[in-house]
């Protein structure tokens, strides 16, 4: 599996799941070598951080344009 060539910072949401996404499912079916596992491993730590951050981010956005009527989302 090659790396994107961006930097984690500079991905979308959407962008940085499915490479997320990818890396689990690669992790979970491929045989690998550990430095290899190890790297696609720490690469997705990154990702999963930046998803958190990003979901923050939006989420205090919301809030700040919502003011103190923000509705809770119930899906």
Do not use: W
Request: glycine letters at 4%; aromatic letters at 6%; proline letters at 3%.
């Amino acid at each position: 599996m090659t790396q994107s060539p961006l930097l984690v910072e500079e991905l979308a949401y959407e962008q940085a799941f499915a490479e997320l996404e990818n890396i689990v499912a690669a992790l979970e079916s491929e045989e690998r070598s550990l430095d290899e596992a190890i790297a696609q491993f720490e690469r997705g730590q990154a990702l999963a951080q930046h998803c958190a951050a990003l979901l923050d981010k939006a989420e205090l956005k919301i809030h700040l344009l919502s003011g103190d009527e923000m509705i809770p989302f119930e899906g």
